[in-house]
């Protein structure tokens, strides 16, 4: 019988539960307290799980999605547990307490997408035993978080000895920006206006969707010192710009644009430059580029990014995907119904609106 204890955490009473995650080498933003800030249309909670002496031993941050029209919530661990994986009694803890808050909730699904690589077996056999059922293999963006990210090793390493392992194509743009006079300024929530306008010009041009103005503003105000807003400049106008979070020992590149005008001078490289210069400067084992589609070929549309990204010298990571475990089965076959149909009115929607 476990000795365990597990106890949950409202996100005004976080402090010990956010410095056990930032302190851990599976350390994640989206399993900060901060992030359920950012999240406002999601409930959150965390889980801690103890030994019988206090000690912290994993914790799970879930973000909780009331279902509209039906008596139904999904629960959502992003990049959680944070834990030593190999610990089945901590994960299994943490499943269980999760299992137990389901149930003042309506949960109908448990899912999380573990921050832990595809070939991770023994993770898998652990959480299938525990009733997860995996997503299949996908090389899209079809999952909340991305199953294909590269993530650049910065531990240890000097910019000179980064910048030495860049194609050579990086070096020479991020020169160049520089040489044609494009700056950097870090910019807080008072520049998301501004940023906000460049991925306009962006998802316009990439045809994507994109975020308000005010999620930008709640990423910067509720992370504070550990998100920056990298804004690249040419003569007094912001031309491109990236978000970047830090946590733990990483720092995720999580939103980038570049406006229509001035692409030739590169600015996009030099703000990556820069904030893998953060990375090193804090100290960070990771610079985490996030996500890439999984379809490496030239004909696919997103093989721009996935070939900008490699150009930085980072590994291509796959994470194990996406796992859920239905707690009620009838809920969670309802609730995908109404899910594909709201998607379904959607393409309706934008192919009306193409016409």
């Given amino acids: 019988m476990s000795d365990l204890i597990t106890e949950v955490i409202k996100r005004e009473d976080a402090a010990e539960f956010d410095r056990f995650v930032a302190a851990h080498p599976k350390a994640h ?24 002496s206090g000690a912290i031993r994993g914790a799970a941050a879930f973000l909780i999605r009331k279902i509209p029209f039906l008596p139904y919530t999904l629960f959502y661990s992003p990049r959680g547990p944070v834990c030593d994986l190999n610990d089945r009694e901590v994960v299994t803890a943490l499943v269980e307490g999760a299992k137990d808050l389901g149930k003042k909730f309506g949960c109908c699904d448990i899912k999380m997408d573990t921050d832990t690589g595809v070939d991770d077996d023994a993770f898998r056999e652990l959480m299938t035993g525990l009733g997860f059922k995996f997503m299949g293999n996908t090389q899209s963006f079809e999952t909340a978080q991305p199953r294909f990210v590269f993530r650049l090793n910065v531990e240890g390493k000097t910019e000179d000895e980064l910048m030495a392992k860049f194609h050579n194509k990086t070096r020479y743009n991020i020169r160049l920006a520089e040489k044609k006079g494009v700056t950097i300024e870090i910019k807080g929530a008072e520049a998301a206006e501004d940023f906000h306008k460049i991925m306009i010009e962006t998802g316009n041009r990439d045809n994507f969707g994109i975020r308000s103005t005010e999620y930008f503003e709640r990423i910067l105000n509720f ?60 100290g960070c084992r990771i610079y985490d580029l996030r996500g890439v589609s999984g379809f490496l070929d030239e004909s696919n549309p997103l093989y721009g990014i996935y070939k900008f990204k490699k150009r930085f010298g980072g590994d291509l990571t796959e994470f194990i995907g996406e796992m859920d475990l239905v707690v009620k089965p009838l809920g969670f076959k309802l609730v995908n119904l109404a899910e594909k149909a709201v998607k379904t009115y959607s393409r309706l929607r934008r192919g009306k609106a193409a016409e």
Wanted: glycine share 8%.
């Fill in 223 to 282: 992370l504070g010192k550990n998100a920056r807003l990298y804004l690249a400049y040419y003569e007094g106008k912001p031309i491109a710009g990236s978000l970047a979070i830090l946590c733990g020992d990483k720092v995720w590149y999580l939103y980038g644009a570049s406006s229509n005008e001035h692409r030739n001078l590169m600015p996009n490289y030099l703000v990556q430059w820069s904030m893998i210069q953060w990375a090193v400067a804090e």
């Fill in 29 to 52: 933003f989206l399993q900060t307290s901060d992030w359920g800030r950012v999240k406002t249309n999601w409930r959150w909670r965390g889980i801690l799980c103890r030994d019988e």
